[in-house]
């Protein structure tokens, strides 16, 4: 028995449907390739701040040849003392100080950076290795004893963002025919919830952080916070893409440019320009500050997460002058009493709202995912 014109037909749709959708992971796959790869396959460093501790003609010539070796790598000074070079260590100056001698130092500072600080060592162990002497490395600045490797951060910013988009796409999809000003108050108040989580794992449950922990929590919830209040905004606009712009921004541009892998020194320009102004990476090196470097640099970081959280509340007042007006072109009958509930939708245009949008939602809440 033959297919029907019908059924036919109607698996034609269905199909194009599923294509269509399938469109989705392939720009992901293509947007986290380009931004993955891009950003963490070859690091190498780009004038990167080190100095040589010496005043007189020998410290002048060695760092005038290691500036010069390195042909853009490194940017290399001197300094009077070994007193000055651990200062400018603590005050995020530099990465590295090497003291040279019958026993050569290397200063470095763990806490910036993990893999800066190893990139470091390995230029001056070669140097001290040519001079015939084994080179003392003395961490001026080391991680908390419960993030050896001291990428911790990294992962909590990681864990931040997941819980923050894939609320977004909740909140934008099945609270869709909420008000706005409600779904706002569902992304701020799940903004908390999500940094308090983060706090229990940065201290109670793994230790990534020795002190500090409220102003961690406190940055966790601003971060999130911005996030939230800038994909709900967004999915009035994106509606189904929206799980795609929010991964764009603050998952494959966030990650990226944070500088919890690699430092922007480390990095290629494109990245290394987004350190200076993204989320994530203000929250790493706000946190980075506030938990070993007595503050330096906090100020900054908390400014900049406080403008993405402005940027937030700035599309959310766009999405409601949207919004609005489409529900004075839906409903034109309706504009008084809608002006006078103070743009609220009414009980009728909110059923069928969900009727309308319940397979929207649920094909984007199935496009929601973590990476």
Request: charged share 15%; aromatic share 8%; hydrophobic share 50%.
């Amino acid at each position: 028995m033959s297919a029907s014109p019908t059924g036919q037909s109607g698996t034609g749709a269905q199909l194009r449907h599923v294509l269509g959708h399938l469109l989705t992971p392939l720009l992901m796959c293509i947007g986290m390739g380009l931004a993955y790869l891009g950003a963490f396959h070859a690091p190498e460093p780009h004038h990167l701040r080190v100095d040589v501790v010496g005043s007189g003609p020998s410290a002048q010539v060695l760092a005038q040849t290691l500036h010069d070796k390195g042909n853009g790598a490194l940017d290399v000074r001197t300094v009077a003392d070994r007193a000055i070079a651990q200062q400018a260590l603590k005050d995020r100056e530099i990465y590295g100080a090497y003291v040279p001698g019958a026993k050569p130092e290397l200063l470095v500072a763990s806490a910036g950076s993990d893999t800066t600080a190893t990139v470091v060592e390995k230029v001056f162990t070669g140097l001290a290795a040519e001079q015939g002497a084994p080179l003392k490395v003395t961490d001026v600045v080391p991680v908390a004893s419960g993030d050896p490797t001291g990428q911790g951060l990294f992962f909590l910013l990681v864990a931040l963002s997941i819980g923050s988009y894939a609320s977004v796409a909740v909140i934008g999809g099945a609270g869709a025919v909420l008000a706005l000003r409600l779904r706002a108050l569902l992304a701020v108040g799940m903004s908390l919830v999500v940094s308090v989580i983060g706090a229990v794992f940065a201290g109670p449950l793994f230790h990534l952080v020795d002190q500090g922990l409220a102003g961690v929590w406190a940055m966790s919830w601003l971060y999130s916070a911005g996030i939230l209040l800038v994909g709900v905004g967004l999915h009035t606009f994106l509606k189904r893409w929206t799980t795609l712009g929010v991964m764009v921004l603050f998952v494959m541009l966030n990650f990226t440019s944070s500088g919890g892998i690699f430092r922007p020194e480390l990095q290629s320009g494109f990245f290394a320009s987004l350190h200076s102004f993204w989320n994530g990476a203000c929250f790493i090196e706000g946190a980075r500050g506030h938990v070993y470097f007595e503050g330096n640099g906090v100020g900054r970081s908390v400014l900049v997460l406080a403008l993405w959280f402005v940027v937030g509340a700035v599309v959310m007042g766009a999405a409601a002058v949207c919004e609005a007006a489409r529900r004075r072109r839906e409903h034109p009958g309706a504009h008084a009493a809608v002006a006078q509930a103070g743009a609220r939708r009414t009980e009728g245009a909110a059923a069928a709202g969900a009727v309308r949008e319940e397979d929207a939602v649920e094909e984007e809440l199935e496009e929601a995912v973590g990476v």
